[in-house]
């Protein structure tokens, strides 16, 4: 059963996450399975690393996150890390979130962070390099206790965990790799192809931590997503959520 409502969106983070509130509200009234959203912007990818693009950046953020995320004042909010501090001018520490697991039951752990911000550094296809810039400024990552990143930089980097909030992870088996580590020259470990563009739009290597999965991509046609029953957080409302691109005002609001 299809919600008897159509949620007209700009697609971005706050209108998005206000549209499945307000579903929510709905659902609770007739409980539906699905909350479609019409778009007047459409996501050109399911890549979180390829175009930091509002239309993007909304979309990826339900199926992945990053190690910090921000409120709706932009304050900084614990997401797969629960704490940071600097230790010293080049030198952070990020607690990582214990239980965590991606939508294909496996763990989240230290390997998957450091194997994303290498990706960021070997991903041919980015558009404008704004998620490389922040790993460029990376001089080491070890791990410590089994959950603490010890992040080094070049220089000191007072805005890391703020930057932080752009790179969403990844689970480091969509490649096929060896002993992973920071080293970014020589691979990081990965023996394989690095993923592309249409390994997330065909959902092969979209597996993230987020509320949804996607379930599938058809550009200029529909999105669809399935709700992540296993997340760590709060689960979304809707079981099923149907985005289709509107970008004509007249038809999505009359949708």
Known sequence: MSANVFIRSALSTCTL???????????AQSAPQTLRI???????????????????DAMTSHIFETLVGQDAKMNLVPRLATAWKAVDDTTWEFTLRDGVKFSNGQPFTPDDVIFTLCR????????????????QKLASIDVRD???????????????PNDLTRNAMLWSGIVEHGPIRFDPKNGCGVTGPWPTISDFNSGKSAIGTGPYTLKSYVKGSAIELARNDAYWGDKPAWPNVRLIPVPAAGPRLTG
């Open 146 to 160: 089994g959950n603490v990143l010890v992040i080094k930089t070049h220089l000191p980097y007072p805005l890391l």
């Open 38 to 56: 019409g778009l007047s912007s459409e996501p050109t990818a399911m890549d979180p690393h390829y175009h930091q693009v509002t239309p993007n």
């Open 17 to 27: 996450a206000a549209a499945l509130a307000a579903g929510a509200m709905a659902q």
């Open 120 to 135: 960021a550094l070997h991903n041919e296809q980015s558009i404008g390099g704004s998620y490389a810039s922040v790993v």
